[in-house]
């Protein structure tokens, strides 16, 4: 929708803002950090804050890159200030585990997520304690496996029917491809929807609200973002997004009032709402509740796996003798016996370990959640040091995947270290202590969707490394952009090739 235009345009604007400005506010029951008790504390060395902030708003560097080196700089915990906050980069396996795992209950989520609040509301990522724990429950069975089963034929279907556009030779950007594929397997697999036509309004408006809450969230003040033109114009682009989530939820009332379920996600949230599952869930999901958890799972369904597979093309095009060998695994198990290939099922998936160890491995170099942060609800003894209540702690994927205490090579691409003796694809393969492989995070606020992201990323690159090896338009500089996810800064221009044995059916 434009945000110019007509008088009722601009009214309707106005109010999308106003209520996305509405969701920023956290729930009354929501916790909040107790008083510290500890008084004046020694704290671990550091940068200084104004120079953090400084690196983070100036963009020469990827926040993954400035937090990294400050981790490495200042292991295992580093302290500096920022926008009031004291914050501590912990890069330690064992503490890291100890703070987001251990202490679970002790902590809430950090600064990053409660900048996106005017987009994602008080959905599964942003909310907190019991009602957290509730919509959660309530969100379970779509990721049952025997779902993730029925998905999977979908994942499939989705990709075929994307490749169906790519020709030999053509140029694509694979970020953009990536993207308006996941997004259209999340609509139809969780919503019972189409949205591949909402895909380039969304991959956009996505795209600019991430970068600029991430960026505004270095600020912190939220009456200083909303009196930013930039903060109030972020504010107002969540409205677009509201308009297709709003057409999703609309569509799945008329079915549900004409006694359709759609035995998908939103069917069991819209039921939840309307009759008897209230009672089992304690009270009915308001509208607006409705909103977030929609757009919660649109965003965390689709970007993230977007990501990993954009990155994974690439590492590929990067490392030749990888991609061949992939594409040995693919053409062996998807050998149709009358010199074709077949389109992947679920089954086949314990048949591709390699596929999944390209996946893995790329996942371990280009975590797409790669940083999470968190907000102590109490004084909290982390390592050596006395961590008062209020201050946050920050973990990263991108900081411990990438740390050669752990990992030989780090910064090798090498999937093989995913394979065991017998050949088959092993998460505990590489060997590493417990909190060093964190890329869907920890306990009850782990990844709801890790089984389905894996059953995803592997079924559609083996989908389309069957018969595609895209290659990197020469010249390009690849660099990452870490803002709510990790992205790699400018899109990745790539001109497609068809294997040379892949039937053209
Ligand atoms: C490669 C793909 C993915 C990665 C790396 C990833 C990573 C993560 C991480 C690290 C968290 C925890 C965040 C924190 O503790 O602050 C998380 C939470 C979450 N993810 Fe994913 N995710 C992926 C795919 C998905 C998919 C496909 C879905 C849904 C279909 C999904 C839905 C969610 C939701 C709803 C949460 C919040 C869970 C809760 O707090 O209860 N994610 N994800």
Redesign the pocket.
Known sequence: MSSTGTAKDATRTKEGAAKAAARRRAPADAPAPAPSALGKVERPDGPHGSLVVLALLRRKQSPNQIFEAIARAHRPIAHFRMAGDHVYIVSDPQLVTDV?LTHARDVM??RG?QAARPLLGN???T?EGEF?LR??RL?QP??HKQRIATYAEQMVTEAVRHEGGWTDGGHVDMVEEMTSL?FAI?GR??FGTDLTGDARTFGDTLEELMNGFGQLSAIGNERIVRALPKGRHLLSRVEDLDAVVQRIIDEHRADVANGIDRHDLLSWMIQARDDEAAATYGTSMSDEQLRDEVM??VL???E??A??LSWAWWLLASNPDIAGRLHDELARVLDDGVGGLRAPSYEDISSLPYTYAVMAET?RMY???WI???RLLTDLRVGDWDLPSGSIVLGS?WILHRDERFWGDATTFRPERWVDADGAFDESAPGVPRGAW?????G???????Q???T??VLVLATLAAKWQPELVPGTVVQTQAAVTLRPRNGLPMTLRRHTDAPHV
């Open positions: 987001f989520k950090g997520l959905g599964l990522l909310s957290h919509q959660r969100a779509a990721f996941t999340v697999t969780l919660t799972f965390a369904g689709h993230t796996t990501m990993a996942i975590p797409p959640a999470m942060g968190r994927p964190i890329p869907f995070g920890f009850n606020r782990r990844c709801i969707g890790e389905f992201a894996w995803e990323a």
